[in-house]
C-alpha cells in the first residue's frame, strides 16, 4: 500500500506545507476551503466504516429469523447494499490518494515556476468527477436500504395479518367470535429488530450524500478562485515579452527613406 494513504489526510506533511503556502501568500479563503475538503474526507472514512457496521448489525439479527425462505430474501438484500457501499468506500480512497498526489504536484509547481503555480492547484485535483460518481453509490444504496425496508414492513405486516387470521380461525372453530384485526406495531419483534439498524444505516447515508454534495461545491469555488487568479496574474512569458517591448528604443527612419516619405 502507498505509504500516504496510511497516513490520515490531515496529517500528510506535503498537506501542512501546501495550507502554510496558502496562507503565507494571502489566500486565507482558498486555505479554508481545503481544510474544509480535507475535514469532509476524513468524516466520510469514518462513517463508511460506521454503516458497514450497522450493516453487520443486520446480518445479525437476520439469524434469529427462522424461515429460511424469508432470511434468504432479506440477506440478499442486505448483501446488495453492503457491495455498493463498499464500492463508495473504495472510489473515497482513489479521491483521498488523487487530492494528496494533485497537492504534491501543486508544491513541485511552486518551487520550479514560483507563488504564482498555487493559482494552478486546483487544476490538478480531478476529483469533482470521482465525487459525483461516489454520491451516485451513495443514492443507489439509499434507494436499495429502502427497499430492503418496506420489504420488512411489508413481510412484517403480512405475518401479522396472517396470526391475526389464524387466531380468528381458532375463536371460529370453538364457536367464540372473531376479534377486529390490529394494526401491526413496527417497533417490536424481531423484523423490527433487522429494520432499526437498516433505518440507522439509511439516515447516515443520507447525511454522506449531504456532505458529498458540500464537498463539490468546495471544489467548484476553488476551481473559480484559481479561475480568477488566472485571470488576474499574466502568465511569466507574457510579462517578459511586455517588458521587453516597453524597452525597445524607437526606430527612426534613415535619411533615404525621409527624402523618398518627401517626394
Not at 145 to 159: F, V, Y
Request: a positive charge; proline letters at 2%; charged letters at 30%.
Amino acid at each position: 500500500m502507498n505509504e500516504t494513504l496510511q497516513v490520515p489526510i490531515g496529517e500528510q506533511e506535503h498537506l501542512k506545507e501546501f495550507f502554510k503556502q496558502l496562507n503565507e501568500n494571502g489566500q486565507r479563503q482558498e486555505a479554508a476551503e481545503f481544510s474544509t475538503l480535507i475535514t469532509q474526507l476524513s468524516n466520510m472514512e469514518q462513517q463508511y466504516s460506521a454503516v458497514l457496521s450497522e450493516l453487520q448489525a443486520v446480518r445479525g439479527q437476520l439469524d434469529r429469523i427462522q424461515d429460511k425462505g424469508i432470511k434468504s430474501t432479506l440477506l440478499k438484500g442486505v448483501t446488495a447494499i453492503q457491495e455498493k457501499v463498499t464500492q463508495a468506500r473504495e472510489q473515497l480512497t482513489h479521491i483521498k490518494a488523487d487530492f494528496s498526489q494533485s497537492v504534491k504536484k501543486a508544491l513541485s509547481n511552486v518551487k520550479q515556476q514560483g507563488i504564482s503555480a498555487l493559482n494552478k492547484a486546483v487544476d490538478f485535483m480531478g476529483i469533482k468527477t470521482a465525487l459525483a460518481d461516489m454520491r451516485e453509490s451513495l443514492q443507489s444504496s439509499i434507494s436499495r436500504t429502502q427497499k430492503s425496508i418496506d420489504r420488512i414492513n411489508a413481510i412484517g405486516s403480512e405475518l401479522h395479518a396472517l396470526n391475526e387470521h389464524s387466531r380468528n380461525l381458532g375463536r371460529a372453530l370453538t364457536g367464540r367470535e372473531a376479534k377486529e384485526l390490529t394494526a401491526r406495531n413496527e417497533d417490536k419483534g424481531v423484523l423490527a429488530a433487522v429494520a432499526k439498524p437498516l433505518k440507522k444505516s439509511k439516515s447516515m447515508l443520507e447525511n454522506m450524500e449531504k456532505g458529498v454534495t458540500r464537498a463539490i461545491q468546495s471544489v467548484d469555488r476553488l476551481e473559480q478562485t484559481a479561475a480568477k487568479g488566472r485571470e488576474q496574474k499574466p502568465s511569466i512569458r507574457e510579462g517578459l515579452k511586455a517588458a521587453k517591448e516597453q524597452e525597445r528604443p524607437k526606430r527612426t527612419p534613415s535619411p533615404q527613406k525621409k527624402q523618398e516619405a518627401s517626394l
